[in-house]
């Protein structure tokens, strides 16, 4: 049997310094969708690296107060929302789980390793009538999701869950990239069975090595979770930051508003050169682009690292970080663009 | 200075052969040669875009035997016959005529409201992306390769050969087809490519600045010498900048800006100033370029005229 190829990710500056033989820190890496400007990680007190995590430190509740969820709910620290995507598959006999594609494929990849018939859905299924939600047990949706930028209405999301539940489906909703977006999550019905929500700090907050995150689920499923986690799945420093973080609503305020005013300039400096994005977040743009891999590879001898995607051809930008980074990023697609004219 | 009297005779024949024959319909020398230079390119272009030198040789194997065989065959025809092969030569390479055609090729059509016409016939001429064009967009592209196409061939041809006869005509012909073709920034033609530009830079220097000169003094005057001097060093070619920033001010609209490309809009400063263009502007592009012809045909028929009388 052919194992099947594990998804790759963007991020990988090691690897793109040997290829392209531009030492690592002349990067300007736009491949991953990580906020550049995270949140300021304070020291860690001694005691919290050298004692056992405690279940009662007070985290749970403070993702409660985070994500604002409903009484019913469970909150799960995770050691990131990838702990999760591959622990749901194992919770419930193989059936059919549907999958955005393009989407996040680290969700794909799980449920078809656990022996689940996988349904990719198109952005052309999400725009139709959803005939083919009759057909599944799970539906995953990335919210917005990852990379193509598409959201799908609340309202829409809830009449999907109503329909999988009741006939005992569940909705599992990455909210990865939902964090500072108002009126997105939906939290306020977590709690409800079969509904899943996973939220993570590597995106909004920054702070991807960290491998933080929080799924809030219906009691449930969330005592099986917390079996197959196990104790002590988070680290203690880890709770620690997260738990700050989290409760850190005024950074969270401000930088709402600064990634907003930052992902409208994105689109507007892409849209400039011709390169006008099908969709976005707060923290990267999409764009469709007939010349993609040329272009992924121009800039790449330039130094400049962006997500790739062949099928459809696209790209991914993330924000740059300060001005220096906005204006190489500007200059860099000029010179580009301008080279890659052949006729 | 009968030298100069005969030239201009040959400059005014070729221009009435224009008019009256236009371009060859069947056959232009022209598309002989770019399938060899594309052979030669094939074969001496090799490891892909990495030597100049090898652009070097192809641009002396590919010029320097029609030159030399031009020098030949005016050196050995006798008189009338030396200034119908001129003519003939000339009448060849400014083509005036068939650009005047592919510009009201683009014209009509957009006049009538057809831009998917207009579209296409644009993308004959320019490289970019024609389906990313609107109305202006379109007039504009060709409103811009009327003007640069003016100078190229039309009034370097003629500087050419004033200069250097039926040689300096095929010369600065093949030159600037071998730019056309290999000019780009890519790392294809980059190197390989860098000696034809270079040549091609050299040799329309003069003339663009003299086409410019003559776009200038047909049109907008003030305008056309304004956007010359502030807007020409901004354009990436040495020479297209001050021809197509006069020609956009003396027909008082606004050129250049950022252009569809298969990979992206390419980044170029605003030329001109005014309204966007529109049919009628390139038909005016066409009728500065025809009237810069006759100017420049009635300046040369004057000099040869007082040539006699005044003291040199």
Redesign the interface.
């Known amino acids: 049997m052919v194992k099947p190829q594990l998804p790759a990710h963007g991020g990988n500056l090691i690897q793109a310094a040997r290829r392209w033989g531009i030492p690592r820190e002349r990067w300007l890496d736009l491949s991953t969708g990580i906020n550049p400007n995270g949140w300021p990680v304070p020291a860690i007190p001694p005691e919290i690296w050298q004692r056992l995590p405690e279940a009662d430190d007070g985290l749970d509740e403070a993702v409660r107060i985070w994500t604002g969820v409903p009484d019913a709910a469970e909150c799960i620290p995770l050691p990131g929302s990838q702990a999760v995507i591959q622990a749901l598959p194992g919770l419930r006999t193989p059936g059919r789980v549907g999958v955005p594609h393009p989407g996040y494929q680290e969700h794909r990849h799980a449920w078809a390793e656990a022996g689940h018939q996988v349904r990719p859905l198109s952005r052309e299924d999400m725009d139709q009538r959803e005939t083919w939600l009759d057909e599944l047990d799970v539906l995953v949706w990335i919210q917005p999701n990852n990379p193509t930028g598409q959201w799908v209405d609340r309202d829409r999301l809830l009449a999907w869950y109503q329909r999988l539940a009741a006939r005992g489906g569940w909705l599992v909703v990455d909210e990865a990239f939902a964090e500072g977006l108002a009126n997105v999550s939906l939290a306020p019905w977590a709690g409800r069975p079969g509904l899943v929500i996973l939220k993570s700090l590597g995106k909004f907050y920054g702070l991807a090595g960290l491998r933080a995150g929080a799924a809030l689920v219906d009691p449930a499923i969330g005592t099986t979770l917390r079996r197959v986690l196990g104790p002590w799945a988070l680290s203690g420093p880890a709770r620690y930051v997260m738990a700050r973080a989290i409760a850190d609503q005024g950074w969270r305020a401000r930088m709402a508003e600064r990634l907003q005013a930052e992902s409208e300039r994105l689109h507007t400096l892409l849209a ?4 006008r994005p099908t969709g976005g977040t707060l923290l990267f743009q999409y764009v469709r ?3 993609a891999g ?2 992924a590879e121009a800039l790449a001898q330039e130094g400049i690292l962006v997500r790739r995607f062949d099928r459809p051809p696209a790209l991914r930008f993330g924000l740059p970080g300060n001005e220096s980074d906005w204006r190489r990023l500007s200059d860099t ?2 010179k ?8 | 200075m009968e030298w100069f009297v005969s030239s201009v005779g040959v400059c005014l024949a070729a221009v009435m052969l224009d008019r009256w024959w236009g371009e060859p319909s069947r056959w232009h020398p022209l598309v002989g040669f770019g399938a060899v230079v594309e052979r030669l390119e094939h074969r001496l272009n090799r490891p892909q875009g990495t030597s100049v030198w090898r652009g070097a040789l192809a641009v002396t194997l590919l010029v320097g035997p029609l030159v030399s065989v031009v020098l030949v065959i005016a050196w050995l025809l006798p008189q009338p016959l030396d200034w119908l092969f001129s003519a003939l030569v000339l009448w060849l390479a400014i083509s005036l005529r068939g650009l005047a055609e592919h510009g009201m090729a683009v014209a009509r059509p957009l006049a009538a409201g057809n831009l998917a016409e207009a579209r296409e016939r644009v993308g004959w001429i320019v490289s970019r992306q024609a389906s990313a064009l609107d109305e202006a967009g379109v007039a504009a592209a060709a409103t811009e390769s009327m003007l640069e196409n003016g100078a190229d061939a039309v009034f370097a041809s003629l500087f050419w050969f004033l200069l250097a006869g039926p040689a300096g005509v095929v010369a600065h012909r093949l030159i600037n087809t071998l730019d056309a073709m290999w000019g780009y920034r890519n790392e294809r033609y980059l190197r390989f490519g860098r000696v034809a530009a270079r040549l091609d830079d050299a040799m329309n220097w003069g003339p663009a600045r003299l086409t410019a000169l003559t776009y200038a003094l047909l049109g907008h005057r003030q305008l056309a010498w304004r956007c010359w001097r502030s807007q020409a060093p901004a354009w990436d070619s040495p020479n297209a900048g001050p021809v197509m920033a006069a020609g956009a001010g003396a027909l008082g609209v606004s050129l250049g800006g950022p252009a569809p490309y298969a990979a992206g809009l390419k980044q170029r400063p605003q030329l001109g100033e005014g309204p966007a263009p529109d049919a009628v502007t390139i038909q005016q592009a066409i009728g500065l370029v025809r009237r810069g012809v006759w100017l420049w045909l009635l300046v040369l028929l004057v000099l040869a005229v007082t040539g006699g009388v005044l003291p040199w």
Not at chain 1, 272 to 275: N, V
Not at chain 1, 336 to 343: E, G, Q, S, W, Y
């Open positions: 400039r050169f011709g390169l682009h007939q010349q040329q272009l697609l000029a580009v663009i301008d080279r890659l004219i052949t006729n």
